[in-house]
Structure formats: structure tokens, C-alpha cells
């Protein structure tokens, strides 16, 4: 008999389905996505906003379980994967694979039946960018991995525009820019402190390849064109002075941490208090910044 917890899929619990959907991450991803919606310009019915969100949320949750398919070999080495519902054993791989197919249909069909086919099919060029041309074709390849997969993680605002508009014009353009330039530094310093697991895993992140020299490096360099692009809605006229301060101050701290992350010499991950603190403000910055983009248009339209 089966327990309420457990779901259509065997044995899979409605835990696990949800673990497989990486909701921490997305929550940051369906967060930029709803300020895309909220600013960009015109109205939508708010029913047809939500559904649009909804679909956001499904599809990125389905690229997730579709990425955790493919990689569950690589998951099941790293000690801060291990316990993901595949490589623990607690789901077979092909629940994982029937799953996050079965939503990315699912998300995409209700975007473009409830809201527009422009932004369903964006939408299903984001999954098919995090699932495919991240997970299988870049991840193992080549440590540019991130920089260039990491375009699926800078859609979502872009999507949610769409959602509205139903077209992509200068100001979507320049929140996808934030994202896309704010994900080397989110991500490898990060993989700073955690490189002896993408080591043992034989995934070409940047500090495994290049060191930790070199990505500190790029770090920083990424952290300029970041505060370029966090400030460009603001020096371009699309927003007010609420978005254009906070941009400023929050760019500022991120250049002054990223310098720090590049001027750091240590190799024990223990000591890594820099980057540790990098990876930290990353997330807060991007939704700090999303939530002042929003407040400006909320306070000065
Ligand atoms: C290819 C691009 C990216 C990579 C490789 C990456 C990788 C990671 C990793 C490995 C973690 C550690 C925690 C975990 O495994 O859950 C993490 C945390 C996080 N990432 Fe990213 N990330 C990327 C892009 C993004 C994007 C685009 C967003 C949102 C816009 C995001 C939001 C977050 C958040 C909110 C956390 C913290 C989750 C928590 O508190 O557990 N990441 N990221
Ligand atoms: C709408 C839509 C499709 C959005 C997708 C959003 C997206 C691409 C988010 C990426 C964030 C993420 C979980 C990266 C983890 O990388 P990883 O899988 O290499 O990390 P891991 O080492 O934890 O498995």
C-alpha cells in the first residue's frame, strides 16, 4: 500500500521529487524571474502572472531533476551531493529522467496555452540549455562550463518580461547580462572551497584546471563587468535613483569582496574566509539588487 507521502512514481517519496527539483537554488531563479514579470512594462491579469511563475518554477524544477539524471555517477563522489535522492539510493534513474520530463512538457504546454508561446518557448530553450548544453555537453568538457551554461540561470527575467510583453527588448537584455556576469564569481568561489570534490570527480571547474591563482583572477574581472552591467538599467535611463543607488553600494561591496577573494594566497579550503564570505553576499546581492529594481518601479512610476 502506498503511503501519501509517496507518489505516482513507485517508490519515490513527494520528498525526493521535490529534493530532485533543487528548490534552494530555484527559489533565487523564480525570485528574478517574478521581477522580470513585475517590471517589465504593461499589465497582465494577475492569474495569468502567477501561472506564468508557476510554469517558471516547474521548468526550472524539471531541468533540475533532468541535470540530477545525468549526473548521479558524478553526484554520488562529491560528499555535498551524496545524499541527493539518486546517488543515495532512494530513486532510480529512470523516475528522475520520466519526471523531469514529464514537468519540462508539463511547464512549457501551460506557459504557452495560459500565458504566450513566445515565452513557452523560451522557456524550453532555458531547460534544454541547463539540461543539455550545461549538463551533458559542457559540465565535463571544458572549465568555460559555468560562463557559458550559466546562461540558462540568467533566462528567468527575461522569461518573466515575456510573460508580459511578449517580446525582449533592451532592459531584459541587461537583467540577463547581471545574472550571466554575476555567475563566474557566485559559482567558482565557491568551487574555491569545495575544489578537492570537483577534483576527485573529474569535472573541469575552473580552480581544477586553472588554479586557484588564475580563477581568483577571473573573479575579480567578472566582478567589474558585473558592477557595469548592475549599473547600466540605472546610467541608461530605464530606472530610477532607488535601483541606481542600490546597485551602486551593492556592486561596491561585491568589487571590494572579489578583491579580497584576489588578493587572498591560502590553499586550505579551512581558511578560505574570503570566499566563503563571496559566495555568501553573491546570493544576497542578486536578490538585494532584483528587489530594489522592483521597489524603484513599485515607488517612482
Ligand atoms: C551554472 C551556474 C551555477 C552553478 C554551477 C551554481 C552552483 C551552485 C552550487 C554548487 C551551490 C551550492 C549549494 C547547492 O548545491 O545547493 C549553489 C548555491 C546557490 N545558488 Fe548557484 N549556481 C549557479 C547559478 C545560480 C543561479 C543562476 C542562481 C539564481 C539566480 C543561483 C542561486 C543559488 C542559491 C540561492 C544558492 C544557495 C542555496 C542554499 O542556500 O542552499 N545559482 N549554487
Ligand atoms: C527556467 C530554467 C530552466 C531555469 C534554470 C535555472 C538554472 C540553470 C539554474 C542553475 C543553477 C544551478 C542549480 C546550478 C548548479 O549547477 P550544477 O548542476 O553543476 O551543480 P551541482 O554540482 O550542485 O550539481
Redesign the pocket.
Known sequence: MTTASESLYGMASAKDLFALT?P??M???IF?ALCGLLVAPGSIHPVIGFTAILAISLGAGASAALNQWYEADIDAVMK??QQRPLPAGRMDRETALHFGIGLSFFSVILMGLAVNWFSAAFLAFSIFFYAVV?TIWLKRATPQN?VI??A???F?PAIGWAAVTGDVTVMPALLFAI?FFW?PP??WA?ALF?NSDYSKAGVPMMPVVAGRKSTRKQIFGYSLILAVCAIAPYALGHTGVIYGSAAIVLSLVFSWLSLKVATSKTSQPSEMKAEKNLFKFS?FY?FALFAALVADRMILA
Open positions: 533543487k534552494r537554488v527559489t533565487l531563479v528574478t555535498r551531493t550545461y559555468i551554461g550559466g540558462a540561470g540568467a528567468p545574472i555567475t557566485h559559482f565557491l569545495m546570493i542578486l
